[in-house]
């Protein structure tokens, strides 16, 4: 029997992978670190809302 995906975690890593990726293909290593710690910053309050 076959079922239908709803969540496939392997595309969505790959997605965002890719999307990171492009993102950062241009910056200097600061434009970089700096991506990361807006990125850490935005999570940590996004999970402090929930």
Known sequence: MKTKKKFDC?????????????????????????????GRVDFEKEMARR
Do not use: G, H
């Not at 595309?11 to 700096?34: C, F, G, Y």
């Open 10 to 38: 392997v595309k969505m890593m790959r997605d965002l992978r890719d999307k990171i990726n492009s993102d950062i293909a241009n910056m200097t290593p600061k434009q970089i670190i700096e991506y990361i710690r807006k």
